[in-house]
């Protein structure tokens, strides 16, 4: 403590932070420094072998003795590593991330809902050419052209009603990866 006090005034330290330096063992002897309170509890909280709460609002107490934080937020209770600022960063950049796959199950959401809305208007095109081509065929087309042309027409009206129901189940699936955030 002496030489970090002597480094202190080599260095041009301020006055409270030399003395709180100085007097960190024994903090009654500072003068009433809160900052030598601090320092002591700091280093008695980091010498204790065993598990303690800490709530405090100062930071640079947290970052000295904390190796793990206990977070509640969210109504949720999660344990981060590292000193305070440590486990900030960390949560931090965890949060991000929770917004940026939010933000992309949405964008995904949205072009599930346009792939759906195009293959439903493709089969609403296409059951409208089957009922126009009912209509305009005669009674009496034995044609196999006409047939043919039937034929096609039920396939690829088939086939789009696959596609709308491939759509709605990528939409269905887009908006409870959506709500999963909620």
Not at 54 to 81: F, K, N, P, Q, Y
Request: aromatic share 6%; charged share 30%; hydrophobic share 40%.
């Amino acid at each position: 403590a002496e030489t970090g006090f002597a480094l202190c005034q080599k260095w041009n330290i301020p006055a409270p932070q030399a003395v709180a330096i100085r007097f960190h063992h024994q903090p009654s002897r500072s003068g009433a420094s809160p900052l030598a309170y601090i320092l002591h509890v700091a280093d008695a909280l980091a010498a204790f072998p065993g598990c303690g709460v800490i709530v405090s609002h100062d930071r640079h107490l947290l970052d000295r003795i904390t190796v793990r934080t206990l977070r509640i937020a969210g109504g949720r209770v999660e344990t981060w590593s590292g000193n305070y600022s440590e486990a900030r960063e960390s949560w931090t950049a965890a949060e991000a991330e929770q917004r940026d796959a939010y933000e992309r199950a949405k964008a995904e959401r949205r072009r599930a809902v346009q792939r759906l809305r195009r293959a439903s208007q493709s089969r609403e095109t296409a059951e409208a050419s089957m009922i126009r081509e009912r209509r305009t065929a005669p009674v009496k087309d034995h044609d196999a052209r006409g047939t043919m042309r039937t034929g096609r027409l039920a396939a690829a009206e088939r086939v789009l009603g696959r596609q709308v129901e491939v759509n709605r189940r990528a939409v269905a699936r887009a908006e409870d990866r959506v709500a999963s955030f909620g």
